[in-house]
């Protein structure tokens, strides 16, 4: 029987409650739709986020996913104002973590076993150890050892390791990622047993923990990295089991599910769309497609041919030998199949219960567990469509829900793939699947990835759509983020060089202030269309362009307005989890690496503009020494301090050198600038402090130096240096030529065929026989007589040069 599609209920608007015109694109209806939280008050906002499954460490598609949805979170937090209570799970029980699970519950039971690792436990281990690599990872040599482990893994598995196919003709697979897993996992326990081997007084609980993982706590720092808020809750599927039970003990009352004799329980589709209900809602074009079903079964769940029908799937799997258990009086012991985890994990206390309807007017039931759901695109089908359908099975017939409407969420958010085109990547394309690797620090001193550059990439794209990585758009990335930076080092120049504007306001009519007005309209706009954050990149970049045009044409250009801009595109690049873990009602102007250290400010920027003055008039070679003195003489802006200290030597040795120049009579202009220069490239360079000069009138900028500043001189002066060690050789070869031609002149042309290959010579020296007596050939005799000249010119010469 075909199921019916039931009509989505878009919920009325709340009674005296004005909320923001947002609409989201909602999964469920594949539209967007008036965003209204269950909320009464229209406040309280509930979420519930599928977490990761922590077999292994996250890569950057787990970061395209939680940023996305790191980002809308803070959106709905810090610009809508609404209170987010945002929940995530951790899968702890899914096939692929059973692995993980049996090598913990494995583990445990060894540790139980051996109270003291020694000689014997060690040999076991390695013992265990072999075998593991020799049934997982077959193409290590047999007689590989710990200690080579590393090297003869690289060399077997190179293509899988370089991030192809383990053929290396296509992309990889879930083949190639558990062959992955398998290498950390034996790398892991090989560190572990050659930790023994060099020290057999390694504490016990120290070994356990080199081959023990951590993924769940590596995931987290992972996050933390990408400064993606954590959970306000974080629930595990294993600490709510009984309430899982429960949940599908219902189900099977119900008459939509039932257990075999195997100890297994599955969803019955038909039986659940015999009733009337939909099934397969967010993805219908994906049905019965059996690949998605046996991957959303688990690779464990191979064997389980106990279903009556071949779509139905498993809420609860009999546990294997070696698998984690719960007991029950119904199937047996056993553990939740994937989809059903979600289902049990909810705190009471923070009005999560599945035990609580709420009614609204139409009488349609809206589950109170959460106003959205969300995760990657990959789980609509099959994992959120049996969500879907075994929650709602179970809220069938509840008090307060019809027959029509039994909805468990108002809004699906799903985030779209990422990928990186190309197999051979550049550094800013690297093809990495690890978070951290993205993070790294390369040999130059610089990152392939910064946190902010991952969230700019982000922000460009939709959320739900899929975001491939090219060359062309880490460009437009990059070009992004150096925009504003520029932008917010002028305005922090502006905002600490100029006078307090704190109290002036810009007036409307300004067209800075008009800008402004059209940027913050194109914004809220965008924000309200489902979070259109590319289109408020691009309103912060046209902002930005007329701010610069503004500075650019007149230097006394209205700063209250330029501080107006800054200020409001700090707020909303925090907003967007740009600056860190700094508030979006910060009073300061822009992002990390736009200030220097506030106990450099005031003594810096006194002696920057000191130095814009030296460095005026000898350009200018129009140089007043009276002014020129009041300033060697003008006094420190801030009192010395163990902070200041370093700033406070470079201000007072300026002014010495100074007066010192200004002692001199000739070459004064070439000094000063030569002053100027020693400050700016040596002094402030070495306290990570640099003075950008700027074409007159405009002052010098100052600002940090960051990585890429520091990459850009390294790379400089490593050209440098190759270009004098070039030059060095170069000289050093033509003097090595030069001496052994002065050698070679120093020998007579009468002497210098005088070998054992001629017999005879004219009065010249020249041979006019070879040794044989044959008579020299004309040709080679010409040629002779040519050589003979040249060593006649080379020899009086030489003989002058001596005299």
Aim: net charge negative.
């Amino acid at each position: 029987m075909a199921s019916r599609q039931p009509a989505w209920h878009q919920p009325e608007k709340l009674p005296g409650v004005e909320l923001p015109p947002l609409q989201i694109y909602n999964s469920l209806t594949r539209k967007k739709n008036d965003f209204v939280p269950l909320d009464p008050q229209g406040k309280k906002v509930t979420w519930y986020a599928c977490g990761p499954t922590v077999y292994d460490i996250s890569h950057l598609g787990h970061a395209r996913n939680y940023v996305s949805t790191d980002i809308i979170r803070r959106i709905l937090r810090d610009y809508f104002d609404f209170e987010v209570k945002f929940v995530m799970n951790i899968t702890d029980v899914d096939d692929k973590i059973i692995i993980r699970a049996r090598q913990r519950y494995l583990l445990s039971q060894f540790k139980s076993k051996h109270s003291t690792f020694d000689d014997a436990t060690f040999q076991e281990t390695h013992t265990a150890w072999k075998a593991y690599v020799v049934k997982n990872l077959g193409l290590v040599p047999e007689h590989t050892t710990t200690g080579d482990f590393k090297t003869a893994s690289e060399l077997a598995y190179k293509n899988v390791i370089e991030d192809k196919s383990l053929d290396g003709t296509t992309a990889p697979s879930e083949v190639e990622a558990k062959i992955k897993m398998h290498i950390r996992t034996a790398q892991a326990a090989a560190d572990g047993l050659e930790a023994f081997s060099a020290s057999r007084s390694t504490p016990q609980d120290e070994l356990y923990a080199k081959v023990d993982d951590h993924y769940e706590k590596l995931f987290f720092e992972d996050m933390q990295a990408l400064n993606v808020l954590d959970p306000d809750e974080i629930t595990r599927v294993t600490e709510f089991i009984p309430q899982i039970n429960t949940f599908v003990e219902k189900i099977i009352d119900k008459g939509f599910a039932y257990a075999t004799g195997e100890g297994n329980v599955y969803f019955d589709i038909d039986a659940f769309e015999k009733n009337g209900n939909a099934y397969c809602r967010l993805e219908p074009q994906n049905r019965g497609n059996q690949e998605l079903l046996k991957d959303g079964e688990g690779g464990l769940s191979k064997k389980r041919d106990d279903k009556r029908s071949k779509n139905d799937f498993a809420l609860i799997k009999k546990s294997m030998p070696g698998e984690p258990a719960w007991p029950s009086e119904r199937w047996g012991p056993s553990r939740p199949g994937w989809h059903i985890e979600c289902h049990g994990l909810s705190d009471p206390r923070a009005d999560y219960g599945y035990s609580q309807v709420n009614q609204i007017p139409d009488k349609t039931c809206i589950v109170k567990v959460l106003t959205r759901n969300s995760g990657g695109v990959d789980l609509m089908f099959p994992h959120h469509d049996n969500e879907l359908a075994q929650s709602e099975a179970y809220w069938l017939g509840e008090k307060g829900c019809s027959a029509s409407n039994h909805t468990w969420v108002r809004y699906f958010l799903h985030m779209g793939h990422l990928s990186i085109r190309g197999q051979k990547m550049s550094k800013s394309l690297k093809n990495f699947t690890s978070i951290r690797e993205a993070l790294a620090v390369g040999e130059d001193g610089t990152p392939a990835w910064t946190s902010r550059m991952v969230r700019i990439v982000l922000l460009l794209g939709s959320w739900k759509d899929g975001v491939e990585i090219t060359e062309g758009l880490v460009s437009i990335a990059k070009g992004w983020e150096e925009k504003i930076t520029n932008f917010f080092l002028k305005a922090v120049d502006i905002e600490l060089s100029s006078n307090d504007t704190a109290n002036n306001q810009p007036s409307p009519s300004n067209p800075l202030s008009i800008a402004l007005d059209k940027a913050k309209k194109e914004t809220d706009d965008a924000l309200c269309d489902s979070f259109n954050t590319p289109l408020v990149m691009q309103a912060i970049s046209n902002l930005v362009t007329e701010a610069n045009s503004a500075i650019s044409n007149d230097s006394n250009a209205d700063t209250t307005s330029l501080l107006s801009i800054a200020h409001w595109i700090t707020r909303i690049i925090t907003i967007f989890g740009l600056n860190g873990s700094v508030s979006p009602n910060t009073a300061t102007i822009g992002w990390e690496g736009v200030s220097i250290p506030i106990p450099a400010q005031p003594v810096i920027y006194s002696l920057s503009q000191i130095r814009d003055e030296v460095r005026r008039q000898a350009r200018a070679k129009a140089v007043v020494p009276e002014v020129l003195e009041k300033l060697a003489l003008q006094p420190l802006p801030a009192t010395p301090t163990p902070e200041n200290q370093s700033y406070v030597t470079a201000y007072q040795t300026f002014q010495t050198q100074l007066k010192t120049a200004l002692a001199q009579s000739v070459g004064i202009e070439t000094e000063l600038l030569q002053l100027c220069d020693s400050l700016r490239d040596t002094v402030l360079w070495d306290q990570d402090i640099y003075l950008e000069d700027r074409d007159p009138p405009l002052p010098a900028l100052v600002r940090p130096l960051d990585a890429n500043m520091k990459a850009a001189r390294a790379d400089k002066e490593r050209v440098a240096e190759e270009k004098r060690l070039a030059k060095e050789r170069r000289l050093a070869e033509e003097a090595t030529k030069k001496a052994a031609m002065a050698e070679k002149a120093k020998v007579q042309p009468q002497d210098m065929f005088k070998t054992d290959e001629f017999a005879e010579w004219d009065e010249n020296g020249v041979p006019t026989k070879l040794k044989g007596g044959d008579d020299l050939p004309k040709s080679r005799r010409k040629k002779l007589e040519k050589e003979w000249k040249a060593q006649k010119v080379a020899h009086d010469k030489w003989k002058s040069d001596q005299k």
